[in-house]
T-cell receptor
Framework: SQQGEEDPQALSIQEGENATMNCSYK?????LQWYRQNSGRGLVHLIL?????REKHSGRLRVTLDTSKKSSSLLITASRAADTASYFC????????????FGTGTRLQVTL | DTGVSQDPRHKITKRGQNVTFRCDPI?????LYWYRQTLGQGPEFLTY????????KSRLLSDRFSAERPKGSFSTLEIQRTEQGDSAMYLC??????????????FGSGTQLSVL
């Protein structure tokens, strides 16, 4: 079953604009990760934020985590056409020691 | 290429046939995972190995599914008596067990299964 719900399901923006995707989850987490998937390909890890962290940056990516609201957001600044992909949040849970539970994904389209 | 590799990339089979997929993880990774992804959905966990031991299986993994990881290296996922509902992308990923749990996953490109 999917742990997270992502919002919006689809997002279309123009190159240079910022894209914000949100993820909500249901149960306590150890960490939350964001992955990117190009059509028909495997997933690529983008960034990991631990439950005791509130914000993390990596290049043009900014991730926030609010454990009280069980939510996270991914901001991509100055988007490029090459950012067109699906983006998934995935949660890791204390005690499971292994699997990640993925959300339903946001499909981002960046147009020229 | 030192990434996770999966074979085949595509598989078309008739209902009732058996299929087997192979995954070669990154060589120094001792954890290997299988996920299934249907169109428009996120990946769903199927099973997990640490070295050669299969430590966790999802309820999604019916008795028609079996996974192995002999010698803790490559892994195979077999589906017996395939059904149309088995049509999906089967993703393999690997990770290295570090000081904390849930290290980031490295994914292969997946095997797209179509059951006719």
């Amino acid at each position: 079953s999917q742990q997270g719900e992502e919002d919006p399901q689809a997002l279309s923006i123009q190159e240079g604009e910022n894209a914000t995707m949100n993820c909500s989850y249901k149960t306590s987490i150890n960490n939350l990760q964001w992955y990117r998937q190009n059509s028909g390909r495997g997933l690529v890890h983008l960034i990991l934020i631990r439950s005791n962290e509130r914000e993390k940056h990596s290049g043009r990516l900014r991730v926030t985590l609010d454990t009280s609201k069980k939510s996270s957001s991914l901001l991509i600044t100055a988007s490029r056409a090459a950012d067109t992909a699906s983006y998934f949040c995935a949660t890791g849970h204390t005690g499971t020691a292994s699997k990640l539970t993925f959300g339903t994904g946001t499909r981002l389209q960046v147009t020229l | 290429d030192t990434g996770v590799s999966q074979d085949p990339r595509h598989k078309i089979t008739k209902r009732g046939q058996n299929v087997t997929f192979r995954c070669d993880p990154i060589s120094e990774h001792n954890r290997l995972y299988w996920y299934r992804q249907t169109l428009g959905q996120g990946p769903e966990f199927l099973t997990y190995f640490q070295n050669e031991a299969q430590l966790e299986k999802s309820r999604l993994l019916s008795d028609r599914f079996s996974a192995e990881r002999p010698k803790g290296s490559f892994s195979t996922l077999e589906i017996q008596r395939t059904e149309q509902g088995d049509s999906a992308m089967y993703l393999c990923s690997s990770s290295r067990r570090g000081g904390t749990t849930n290290e980031k996953l490295f994914f292969g490109s997946g095997t797209q299964l179509s059951v006719l």
